[in-house]
């Protein structure tokens, strides 16, 4: 019987001194977790731009990058991926990120501005925060998630999309020099609608355009917020970066031809492939997946304190056009506008190889050596970090709005 007794003892401690190292190597794996508010044609772009830097970086082999490619979760060699999806829901996004938490995600890489502003609530009540890097977010100081590219929490970071509505909004009078009256659509519960809705009533204003705005607060509402605006006289719909809208951007089209053909804008480029007549947008959305994996990166690498990391803003502007839908509605194109376009769809076919799926032009890593690549990700987030000069502008500035 002692025997026995002495032979499992050494059974135990020879377990012992194997599963701790074991244990700990896996949870010295990473765990990110990539959280989308919806699966969008835009969101597929900033995907497909992380998953070839995962790639590249040999953080994930061909057969676990097919998995990620599905959207699935991933138990890897090198890292383990939660991947979530809200499905455009607000309440379920609240529960995708606590439930990230409770999962012991080591990072937070946050796709929309709705699931970027709910990680950053939620994560400044903890004492230990993970990381949360941001994509796909058109107004990270609007929407809170950060109050100046330097000033934010030291656990965020990430890469504003610029939308241009600069550039957008005088796309109306190139098309009609004589446009007097536009209409505009916003759910006032998406942060980023509420905000290009603001900024296409100011710019319109500047160029001596008149904005009618129909509210919404869902997909259902759509078709009789188009009709209201006709029946009010634009002459043309210009639609702000919005989900609701994007939703259901077909009943905005076709509501808008039922009433006599009105051309559709939107800050949308790929909504020219569901109908919108012009498109114009922030290029490129590929590239803001590349920029959010370099943060990433070198993040787990140990390359960069993401706490003196400047918010990225890169400054891009793309125009295509459906000249089917515009045919469809009997709108014809000015010249001046069509010679601005970056693409054009015609006889349902596009220029420049662009696809639904993949609705950019570029949408491929660079051909370079691993020791090449690194080195020129680290010299684009070395030229992000804060000095103590930019700190103290930006707060300057702040003090100054807030006096």
Same mark, same amino acid.
């Given at each position: 019987m002692l025997?026995?007794?002495?032979?499992?003892?050494?059974?135990?401690?020879?377990?012992?001194?194997?599963?701790?190292?074991?244990?700990?190597?896996?949870?010295?794996?990473?765990? %990110?977790?990539?959280?989308?508010?919806?699966?969008?044609?835009?969101?597929?772009?900033?995907?497909?731009?992380?998953?070839?830097m995962?790639?590249?970086?040999?953080?994930?082999?061909?057969?676990?990058?097919?998995?990620l490619?599905?959207?699935?979760?991933?138990?890897g060699e090198r890292i383990n991926v939660i991947y979530s999806d809200a499905d455009f829901d607000i309440p379920t996004a609240n529960i995708m990120v606590e439930d990230a938490l409770d999962r012991g995600a080591d990072t937070l890489l946050t796709l929309s501005t709705p699931v970027s502003q709910i990680a950053a609530n939620i994560t400044r009540q903890m004492d230990d925060p993970p990381a949360i890097i941001f994509a796909i977010v058109t107004a990270p100081y609007f929407a809170g998630i950060a109050d100046a590219p330097c000033i934010k929490d030291s656990h965020i970071a990430g890469t504003q999309t610029n939308i241009p509505y600069d550039e957008f909004v005088p796309l109306l009078k190139v098309q009609d020099p004589d446009m007097k009256v536009v209409g505009t659509i916003v759910n006032l519960a998406e942060p980023n609608s509420v905000f290009g809705a603001e900024r296409i009533s100011k710019l319109a204003g500047e160029l001596g355009v008149r904005v009618e705005v129909a509210p919404v607060v869902a997909v259902a509402d759509l078709s009789l917020a188009t009709a209201s605006l006709i029946s009010k006289g634009v002459e043309a719909i210009a639609l702000?970066?919005?989900?609701?809208?994007?939703?259901?951007?077909?009943?905005?089209?076709s509501t808008a031809e039922e009433h006599?053909?009105?051309?559709?804008?939107? %800050?949308?480029?790929?909504?020219?492939?569901?109908?919108?007549?012009?498109?114009?947008?922030?290029?490129?959305?590929?590239?803001?997946?590349? %920029?959010?994996?370099?943060?990433?990166?070198?993040?787990?690498?140990?390359? %960069?304190?993401?706490?003196?990391?400047?918010?990225?803003?890169?400054?891009?502007?793309?125009?295509?056009?459906?000249?089917?839908?515009?045919?469809?509605?009997?709108?014809?194109?000015?010249?001046?506008?069509?010679?601005?376009?970056?693409?054009?769809?015609?006889?349902?076919?596009s220029t420049e190889g662009v696809t639904p799926d993949l609705p950019e032009v570029g949408t491929e890593l660079p051909e370079m050596t691993l020791d090449e690549r690194r080195a020129a990700d680290l010299a684009f987030l070395a030229a992000l970090e804060c000095t103590p000069e930019m700190i103290a502008e930006q707060q300057a500035e702040l003090d100054a709005a807030d006096s």
């Open positions: 025997q026995r007794i002495l032979l499992l003892l050494v059974v135990i401690a020879l377990l012992c001194s194997i599963l701790p190292p074991a244990l700990a190597q896996d949870d010295a794996k990473p765990t %990110i977790a990539i959280l989308r508010y919806g699966g969008t044609t835009l969101t597929a772009l900033a995907e497909k731009g992380i998953l070839d995962f790639e590249a970086y040999g953080m994930v082999n061909a057969e676990e990058r097919a998995i490619d599905e959207a699935e979760d991933l138990q702000p970066a919005s989900y609701t809208t994007s939703i259901g951007l077909d009943a905005i089209v006599g053909g009105i051309p559709v804008f939107s %800050i949308v480029a790929e909504h020219v492939y569901r109908g919108a007549t012009v498109g114009a947008d922030f290029y490129s959305l590929y590239r803001e997946g590349v %920029i959010a994996a370099r943060m990433l990166i070198g993040h787990l690498n140990g390359d %960069i304190d993401i706490s003196r990391l400047s918010v990225n803003l890169k400054p891009g502007f793309t125009v295509a056009i459906n000249l089917d839908a515009a045919a469809e509605a009997g709108v014809e194109i000015a010249d001046e506008l069509l010679a601005k376009a970056d693409w054009t769809i015609r006889d349902g076919a």
